[in-house]
Nanobody, 116 residues
Framework: QVQLVESGGGLVQPGGSLRLSCAAS????????MGWYRQAPGKQRELVAT???????NHADSVKGRFTVSRDNTKNTMYLQMNSLKPEDTAVYYC??????????WGQGTQVTVSS
């Protein structure tokens, strides 16, 4: 089993920054990919960023140049650095882990609110 614990959400003004963390524990020796989704009321779930086991990263067009996904294997933690935040970024952010056996695990979600 795998557990993902998220932290780092909060309330920021437009143009501000937040850093989300996703700490993984348990049977995490067979990771294929990790990443972040976000979900806002009345909007479709959006894949924000991914990082593969080989270190390849991808970011949605809506966040390119502003968000950066990274991982620290020594800490079993994935991060999402969010800069130049916009009100449109307001959502619950969920991290996920997809393993070699075809299973997907989800974090509990963390709220990000960008508002004046």
């Amino acid at each position: 089993q795998v557990q993902l614990v998220e932290s780092g959400g909060g309330l920021v003004q437009p143009g501000g920054s937040l850093r989300l963390s996703c700490a993984a524990s348990g049977s995490i020796s067979s990771i294929v990919a990790m990443g972040w989704y976000r979900q806002a009321p009345g909007k479709q779930r959006e894949l924000v960023a991914t990082v593969t086991s080989g270190g390849t990263t991808n970011h949605a067009d809506s966040v390119k140049g502003r968000f950066t996904v990274s991982r620290d294997n020594t800490k079993n933690t994935m991060y999402l650095q969010m800069n130049s935040l916009k009100p449109e970024d307001t959502a619950v952010y969920y991290c996920y882990l997809h393993n070699f056996y075809g299973l997907t695990y989800w974090g509990q979600g963390t709220q990000v609110t960008v508002s004046s």
